[in-house]
């Protein structure tokens, strides 16, 4: 007895699904139909915000950029689709810093996962929502996102450092001489006097067996 009210309780609630369903494809059935007139309709045509095409570095009023090549989203991405070269730059006070030289991206193999913008501890990444990216050949979809020209560093070169009084100069060098001959003078000494102790050891048991 048990069997047959399971059997019809499955069975409506198998009808109720099948219901339920075909009514989603009934609404959708009479729903009034769009169609885009594409290109024709490309100055009005309105793209989500959400959407991802192209992946780009976001640029100030300037010129600049925030990525500092730290290879992270290199790291994170999946596929392999983003390559970066770095390159060793002097700066104004005399340091060195390590600065991005060509940052490569491969549409191609783009999963468009978005963990590179998400990881960009800059956010220096976005993803644009420019869909017409067709092209020719696959060689065309690698893009260097870094294609603008970096504007020039406006902090002013450090000053060159006095010249050294050469009295002052000669002097230091005589102190320095005068200590090293001093050190020198001293090891010697001191291997000469190890030299004498070494010398006289051997001779005391012959002293001990004369008085015996």
């Known amino acids: 007895m048990s069997s047959i009210k399971e059997y019809f309780s499955e069975a409506g609630k198998g009808l109720k699904s099948l219901v339920t369903g075909m009514a989603v494809t009934g609404k959708e059935f009479v729903t009034p139909k769009i169609t885009e007139c594409y290109p024709e309709n490309r100055a009005s045509l309105q ?3 959400r959407f991802r095409a192209e992946l780009t570095l976001k640029y100030d009023k300037e010129g600049h950029h925030k990525c500092i090549a730290c290879g992270i989203c290199q790291m994170n991405c999946p596929n392999g689709t983003i390559q970066l070269t770095t ?28 963990l590179c913008v998400t990881t960009c501890p800059q956010d220096a990444l976005e993803f644009t929502n420019d869909f017409e990216q067709a092209v020719f050949t696959r060689g065309s979809l690698i893009k260097q996102l870094n294609y603008r020209p970096e504007p020039a560093d406006d902090a002013p070169a450090p000053a060159p450092k ?46 001990e067996n004369k008085e015996n």
């Open 87 to 114: 390159k060793m730059v002097d700066l104004p006070d005399g340091k060195k810093k390590r600065k991005l030289d060509k940052y490569m991206y491969d549409l191609g193999s783009c999963t468009f996962c978005m």
């Open 47 to 49: 793209i989500p915000d």
């Open 162 to 207: 006095p010249a050294m009084d050469p009295e002052k100069l000669a002097k230091i060098k005589a102190e320095a001489l005068a200590k090293a001959a001093k050190i020198k003078a001293e090891k010697e000494a001191a291997a000469k006097a190890a030299a004498a102790g070494q010398a006289q050891e051997p001779n005391k048991p012959n002293d």
